[in-house]
Structure formats: structure tokens, C-alpha cells
Nanobody, 123 residues
């Protein structure tokens, strides 16, 4: 099994930056593709970014493309989400998730989830 713990959330002004981390423990981290999702109050959970097992390919939602960067360090069992030029509409609880097969935009296809970290962007 894989346990995931997110950190780095907080309150930031529009236009600012924030970096989220997701630390994994348990089974071999490098065997899993990783994704970041977010969920705002009253809205469904949506895909934000994904990265393949080796880190060779990355994927982004159109809404964050060019502003967010996902990366991973398999020697530290950690995946990151660098968020720049933040907007109020980025406000949500951010979750990291692990997928044993491949990067997917569908939450139900992921095997493990963290508890989430709150990101709030003020105008």
C-alpha cells in the first residue's frame, strides 16, 4: 500500500505563488503515476496535473497550463506542484493521488489518496 501526505497549502494573494508537496510511504513510489486534483466547495473533484512513473511526461488541465508545474523526486518519494500566477478560482482543497497503471484525469481510477491541503487565493 501507499500512504500520501500533502503539505504546503495556505493563503496567498492573487498573482502569488505556492508550492505543494506530497510525501509517499509504503510500497515502491516509482511504480505509481501521480496526479494532483482539487475540489472547491459545491463542485466536483477535478484533475489539475499528472506525471508518469519516471517523470518523463507531464499533463495539465487547460485552466492551469503555463502556470502550474508538476515534478517528482523518486529518491525522496515526493511529488510537487509549483503554482504560480495564482487566481481566486484556484481556491480549493488540493489532493495528491497515486495510480498503479498510468496518469488519468478520472479520480475513480486512482488507487490511493492523501487527505488534502487547503489553498486559498484572495483577490
Amino acid at each position: 500500500q501507499v500512504q500520501l501526505v500533502e503539505s504546503g497549502g495556505g493563503l496567498v494573494q492573487a498573482g502569488g505563488s505556492l508550492k505543494l508537496s506530497c510525501a509517499a510511504s509504503g510500497r515502491t513510489f516509482s511504480n505509481y503515476a501521480m496526479g494532483w486534483f482539487r475540489q472547491a466547495p459545491g463542485k466536483e473533484r477535478e484533475f489539475v496535473a499528472g506525471i508518469t512513473r519516471s517523470g518523463g511526461s507531464t499533463y495539465y488541465a487547460d485552466s492551469v497550463k503555463g502556470r502550474f508545474t508538476i515534478s517528482r523526486d523518486n529518491t525522496k518519494n515526493t511529488v510537487f506542484l509549483q503554482m504560480n500566477s495564482l487566481k481566486p478560482e484556484d481556491t480549493a482543497v488540493y489532493y495528491c493521488a497515486a495510480n498503479a497503471l498510468f496518469v488519468s484525469r478520472t479520480p475513480g481510477e486512482y488507487d490511493y489518496w492523501g487527505q488534502g491541503t487547503q489553498v486559498t487565493v484572495s483577490s
